[in-house]
């Protein structure tokens, strides 16, 4: 595992939770998916370089696992970090905790593949992105 980086932070709101008190699930994906998009800038690749690559990364599996509710008011933090890189995909994973006490909520692995936005088809990951996500993760895995 490579150093988590610290993604985004949020607020859990009253309109966030559903009949039995507790955020519901569409809210935790959305911070979840909020958060990802951080972890490219936290590695040096941003947004405007993924778009000039003419590549783009589409989710191809995402799992959550819920481990301890969050209530309207409860303040979240999410880290990350890449978990594999392949020819055409990578992996990270996601933690969310309760800012406060610390207590880890909920986490999510995700697989992106790279998209030519041309072909419309999956291709492989461009040189610089493996450059720099060899820095953090081991790609010869």
């Not at 980086?5 to 009253?14: K, S, W």
């Not at 911070?31 to 972890?39: E, K, Q, V, Y």
């Not at 936290?42 to 301890?68: M, W």
């Amino acid at each position: 595992m490579t150093d988590p980086f610290e993604l985004h932070r949020g607020v859990v709101f009253p309109k966030d939770c559903d009949h039995l008190g507790h955020m519901n699930v569409r809210y935790y994906a959305g911070h979840f998916d909020d958060a990802g998009f951080h972890l490219w800038n936290k590695i040096g690749i941003n947004q405007a370089q993924l778009r000039a690559s003419q590549v783009c990364l589409v989710v191809a599996k995402i799992e959550i696992n819920y481990i301890h509710e969050m209530i309207a008011g409860d303040l979240l933090v999410i880290d990350g970090y890449f978990t594999k890189v392949g020819k055409k995909s990578i992996e990270h994973h996601q933690r969310m905790f309760n800012a406060e006490s610390k207590t880890l909520c909920a986490t999510q692995d995700t697989v992106e593949v790279f998209f030519d936005l041309e072909t419309r088809k999956s291709t492989e990951m461009p040189a610089f992105i493996r450059e720099r996500l060899s820095q953090v993760v081991d790609t010869n895995q």
